[in-house]
């Protein structure tokens, strides 16, 4: 399952309704990825989103990783920082959020209120880092089987990965190297606070998302992949090229396959996947797992329905976040009561 921001953690603390929401699609082996988790009270962007930077919030997490592990599933919780994705009302002190540069998103894009960020000053990021350390730490102690670093969609890690948003001259700006070495930075820096097999990092280098874009994603991608391969991470988790802007599928001729030959561990390929071409991805050797967003959603038996080949429960996307704590969120019909 692949994560989903559902914007149903009120005063970013997640909520009893969550265990229920997770546990429903939670199975034996399967592998749950939660919805982003911000690092620190810096990094929100969007209302009523969870968080793992209080003592609060993990023991609010607790109970939901419980009730997934006992359903015999295994959780990662998705860490993230929403960079210059975010405004004013979302920031301390109602402060500038920040990034890799002071241009803006565009505001409006994507029905959001984006405020001018304020760009990084080389000395602050280390704090950024260990803020995503501290993060993977607390998720451990909530119970997580490991974390997945969020660096794609256009957040914060995103932000200094392409070359379309990044206009730095420093050491984290310019060359593809110097790019890299934030997320890079936070991939070490998370590898030995809880261990590499416990770490998975999820990128987007072919997208768009909150005009994030880069010249050149074929090299970035590669350039990621070998060098995640020296920290031996867990897993890769890829977004298809063919997903440019979230929800529509385009016909491209790139593929994963290039990255796939060089990440030497576990890829999770993710993008508009159905039940046949999920299969053909893993019969072809293309992906060793595929993710599934929207259909989980709204299908919280849907490796069950896979298996079977049963119909499918259409998602509502009117319902995808509104901060109810059943309707659009628990409510979907197992098979059974469909």
Same mark, same amino acid.
């Given at each position: ?35 982003? @988790? ?14 793992? /930077? ?6 609010? /997490? ?17 860490? /993230? ?57 607390? #998720? ?25 948003? &990044? ?18 930075? =936070? ?21 768009? *998302? ?6 050149? !994603?074929?090299?970035? #991608?590669? *350039? ?14 890829? =977004?298809? !090229? ?10 491209? !001729? ?11 561990? @576990? ?18 050797? $293309?992906?060793?797992?595929?993710? $599934?967003?929207?259909?989980?959603? #709204? &299908? ?14 259409? $998602? ?6 509104? !901060? ?5 969120? @628990? ?8």
């Amino acid at each position: 399952m692949a994560p989903l921001t559902r914007d149903r953690s009120y005063g970013n603390v997640p909520q009893p309704h969550a265990a229920v929401y997770y546990s429903q699609r939670a199975t034996g082996g399967g592998l749950l990825v939660s919805e982003a @988790t911000g690092v620190s009270d810096t990094a929100q962007g969007y209302p009523e989103t969870p968080g793992v /930077w209080t003592k609060e919030q993990i023991e609010a /997490w607790k109970p939901i990783v419980e009730a997934v592990h006992q359903k015999g599933a295994i959780f990662f919780c998705q860490i /993230w920082h929403c960079g210059r994705v975010s405004s004013y009302s979302y920031q301390p002190n109602g402060q500038a959020p920040f990034s890799s540069t002071d241009k803006g998103v565009t505001p409006g894009l994507d029905g959001g209120d984006w405020s001018p960020p304020r760009r990084l000053q080389p000395d602050e990021i280390p704090a950024i880092v260990n803020d995503f350390r501290l993060a993977a730490r607390n #998720a451990i102690e909530a119970g997580f089987d490991g974390v997945e670093i969020h660096g794609a969609n256009g957040y914060l890690i995103d932000q200094f990965l392409k070359d379309q948003v &990044n206009d730095r001259t420093d050491n984290y700006g310019g060359s593809l190297e110097n790019r890299c070495r934030f997320a890079l930075e =936070i991939v070490e820096a998370v590898a030995n606070e809880i261990g590499a097999d416990k770490i998975g990092i999820r990128l987007s280098p072919f997208a768009d *998302y909150m005009e994030a874009g880069d010249s050149n !994603p074929e090299a970035l #991608a590669l *350039y990621m992949a070998n060098e995640l391969n020296k920290y031996n991470i867990l897993y890769l988790h890829m =977004i298809e !090229p063919r997903m440019v802007k979230a929800g529509e599928i385009y016909v491209t !001729p790139h593929s994963l396959l290039p990255i796939r030959k060089i990440f030497k561990n @576990t890829l999770i390929a993710a993008g508009g996947y159905r039940r046949s071409d999920g299969n053909q991805a893993i019969a072809e050797n $293309y992906a060793d797992l595929v993710a $599934y967003g929207r259909l989980f959603l #709204a &299908n919280p038996d849907l490796p069950r329905r896979f298996e079977l080949d049963a119909p499918l429960n259409k $998602y509502n996307r009117n319902t995808f976040y509104i !901060p109810d704590p059943i309707v659009g969120y @628990t409510d979907y019909p197992f098979l059974e009561d469909a």
